[in-house]
């Protein structure tokens, strides 16, 4: 495969803008702008219940799903398949600049290989000795050349805990209960979804987010909510690249069930609400979450129930994809998908200097210029 590390710049077209007005639901002002036709798309039978986009530098994109590994120059659409064992997740560790995956269609409650391989090509590789627990977080997060985070299950307390792996020595570290979800930007701590035993009650579980050094030491501890029933997370936190505030997600029964994104400043825990949705419970916003590299962007999708029963949604979904722009207080609106397919693979990342994103949208592949 060949990787291209110099910046290619792109221009999309230029972009009718259709709306500006504000948003009587959240913070802000919203517009909304066209979309250009995809740069590459993916065969029709290949699979997109799941999968991964990565984009480590501007020039080749990643995605890992359904029909293997594929490497895919942006702009010009030249696809490469790097591996075609299927998966959905993958990771990117930029020291050794090498793409980690798992290779199974198995979403939770399994375990699975890891494989690693270099963005540059060649011939993948599985860490030998090691099967990991696919079951909600991330599965694998790379903390440098030689060390990784995962989860698994516990043989002494048949629970899900997080591992800090080390390739040189082969070695496996439990660092605590929980499941890993971000790692901190400077790698000194990962957050950790755990049971809160402190409120733990036979009606409900009550879930905490531990801030856990890479010696096992837990520095803190988080209740994002003080009543369930009230306030509760409804997708992983996770760390801004700043490593000062965690964004996290809330629905608020007492306001017609409206779902929200916050930003809690670590460590002084001071809250600050981004968006909410502008309906009620028919309404939800959804991962994956992408902070743009300066923390200035974050790109995220809203899903609707477009005809919502008592306990079903019976006339389909519509899912937008928002970039909202934390120093100005806007939101654009960069697609609406009415698709049937309520599972299909949706994922955004964006450039270096986050004047563009890329994204996956009815099963192509587009570059927009959100400036």
Not at 25 to 32: M, R, Y
Not at 83 to 109: F, K, M, R, V
Not at 355 to 367: A, E, I, V
């Amino acid at each position: 495969m060949v990787h291209s590390r110099s910046f290619i710049v792109f221009l999309c077209g230029l972009f009718f803008f259709t709306s500006c007005k504000k948003d009587p639901a959240g913070p802000g002002t919203v517009k909304e702008f066209g979309l250009e036709s995809p740069f590459y798309t993916f065969p029709p039978s290949h699979s997109f219940y799941y999968g991964t986009l990565l984009w480590p530098e501007d020039g080749t994109a990643f995605w890992y799903g359904g029909h293997g590994l594929y490497g895919i120059s942006v702009p010009d659409g030249n696809a490469t398949n790097t591996d075609n064992q299927p998966g959905y997740y993958a990771a990117y560790e930029p020291d050794s600049e090498t793409i980690y995956y798992l290779p199974t269609s198995c979403l939770s409650g399994c375990s699975a290989p890891v494989y690693k391989v270099n963005i540059d090509g060649g011939t993948p590789e599985r860490i030998p000795d090691l099967e990991i627990q696919v079951s909600g977080g991330s599965p694998v997060i790379p903390v440098s050349s030689n060390q990784f985070l995962f989860v698994k299950l516990d043989p002494l307390s048949s629970v899900l805990s997080t591992y800090l792996y080390d390739q040189a020595s082969g070695d496996s570290t439990r660092l605590a209960e929980g499941i890993p979800e971000t790692l901190s930007p400077n790698r000194s701590e990962v957050l950790v979804y755990q049971l809160d035993e402190t409120v733990h009650t036979e009606e409900e579980d009550i879930y905490q987010l531990a801030f856990v050094s890479l010696d096992g030491m837990i520095n803190d501890t988080w209740q994002l909510y003080s009543n369930p029933s009230t306030h509760l997370p409804l997708y992983p936190p996770l760390w801004d690249l700043n490593g000062i505030r965690i964004l996290y997600m809330k629905r608020d029964f007492d306001n017609n069930a409206r779902v929200s994104l916050w930003l809690n400043h670590y460590p002084d825990s001071k809250e600050e609400k981004l968006w909410e949705t502008s309906g009620g419970p028919e309404k939800t916003i959804e991962g994956p979450f992408r902070w743009s590299d300066d923390n200035t962007r974050l790109a995220f999708w809203e899903r609707t129930c477009l005809e919502a029963t008592l306990y079903s949604c019976d006339g389909g979904y519509q899912w937008t994809l928002w970039v909202y722009d934390t120093m100005k207080g806007e939101a654009t609106k960069q697609v609406v998908d009415n698709s049937d397919e309520t599972n299909i693979a949706r994922d955004q990342r964006f450039s270096s200097d986050g004047s563009q994103l890329l994204f996956l949208y009815d099963r192509s592949l587009y570059l927009k210029d959100v400036n």
